[in-house]
């Protein structure tokens, strides 16, 4: 089971990127993923997640509709769609997965989540 986030870099206040998280070893509509991502000095910070059985989507109120989570599934794939980007956005982005629904899983609880990837760069700058 092994999960790669991908899709990070520099981009300027205001843009938008797409994240990608590709899901080997198990089919990725069994499990809920997640995005999280932790800035230098910070706790790591749940951004969405996406449910296992009923593909239903959790977000915390804090984003204001900037994010968005989406699955692929022929591509066992998840992305992160992110607009509006902030300096404060600046983080290492990463995804994570679990056997449970989000609602099981906090839905971000960190220590819930079984597997993570690697995690990818997200610079917001001019």
């Known amino acids: 089971v092994q999960l790669q986030a991908s899709g990070g870099g520099l981009v300027q206040p205001g843009g938008s990127l797409r994240l990608s998280c590709v899901a080997s070893g198990f089919t990725s509509t069994s499990y809920s993923i997640a995005w999280f991502r932790q800035a230098p000095g910070k706790e790591r910070e749940g951004l969405s997640c996406?449910?296992?059985?009923?593909?239903?989507?959790y977000y915390p109120v804090s984003l204001k509709g900037r994010f968005t989570i989406s699955r692929d599934i022929a591509k066992n794939q998840v992305y992160l769609q992110m607009n509006s980007l902030e300096p404060e956005d600046t983080a290492v982005y990463y995804c994570?997965?679990?056997?449970?629904?989000?609602?099981?899983?906090?839905?971000?609880?960190?220590?819930?989540?079984?597997?993570w990837g690697q995690g990818t760069l997200v610079t917001v700058s001019s």
């Open positions: 996406e449910s296992n059985s009923d593909r239903s989507t």
């Open positions: 994570a997965s679990a056997p449970d629904h989000c609602s099981a899983l906090g839905p971000f609880a960190p220590w819930k989540y079984t597997n």
